[in-house]
């Protein structure tokens, strides 16, 4: 990735009013079940240049892993603990020793082994660890913007649950999110369908600020989601999150 972007992609990450919400609700989920460890050992897998793992440093031992190098030489020049992975077929997890929390936040939908990256976080979990997903939903709302971002699929409930054999997992919750801003995204992206197509070259990116009241508005609604997220799951939305605890 050139440097530059990695930059900017990084600010986008820590000032885009739906990267500030959906770490808000990754940071809460975090809280809720793995709180009660006093001292527990995180792994977060395609970490990029490290913003989620700096935004909750409630955790010392953390540490991530990421394919790009740009990515990676940030995240080391913040002090961050983060290690390339140069295969991106490799899911031997467990090379970096034994976790209570592993995190793949928008990460799978971009592997199309995804059984098998899921197969290789197992391993690398002790045994009452904890892992944490989250990854787009709604094969509907597919636009160039995922081809821009080099997806495979987008996941339904159904879809994402089969990754985890429930003899090997106890799933904890499940939940859409992005539920409240769902009556403008879907509309939006079956306009740009329409209209670009799925040729990411034709398609300007999603990725971008708008006028700052809008944001704020956004995110104000974001925020409000994920407050009564803490209560109920929701039935539908762009995004998922699953929460799951290995078997012992």
Not at 86 to 108: K, S
Not at 129 to 143: K, R
Not at 175 to 184: D, E, G, N, Q, V
Request: glycine share 6%; with cysteine; net charge positive.
């Amino acid at each position: 990735m050139d440097p530059a972007y990695t930059l900017q992609y990084e600010l986008f990450e820590k000032k885009h009013w739906w990267h500030v919400a959906r770490g808000e609700l990754i940071a809460s989920t975090i809280d809720r079940y793995v709180g009660n460890n006093p001292q527990p050992k995180w792994l977060d897998i395609g970490c990029g240049t490290g913003v989620l793992l700096e935004s909750y440093p409630r955790i010392a031992d953390r540490m991530g892993v990421e394919m790009d190098a740009g990515s990676v030489e940030r995240a080391i020049s913040k002090g961050l603990n983060v290690r390339p992975i140069t295969d991106p077929a490799d899911f031997n997890y467990a090379q970096y020793g034994e976790f209570d929390l592993i995190t793949l936040c928008d990460v799978i939908e971009h592997i199309p082994q995804d059984a098998q990256a899921v197969a290789g976080v197992i391993d690398a979990l002790r045994p009452g660890g904890i892992v944490l997903v989250t990854v787009p939903a709604m094969q509907s709302l597919w636009s160039a913007h995922d081809v821009r971002n080099h997806h495979c699929r987008r996941y339904s409930k159904r879809s994402l649950v089969a990754l985890f054999d429930p003899a090997r997992w106890e799933l904890l919750r499940v939940t859409y999110f992005s539920t409240f801003l769902l009556p403008l995204i879907w509309p939006y992206r079956q306009f740009k369908r329409l209209t670009q197509g799925t040729d990411p070259a034709q398609a300007a990116d999603d990725k971008k600020f708008g006028p700052p009241i809008i944001d704020r508005t956004f995110l104000g609604m974001f925020r409000a989601e994920c407050r009564l997220l803490r209560a109920v799951p929701m039935p539908i939305g762009s995004s998922l999150l699953l929460v799951a605890r290995r078997r012992i």
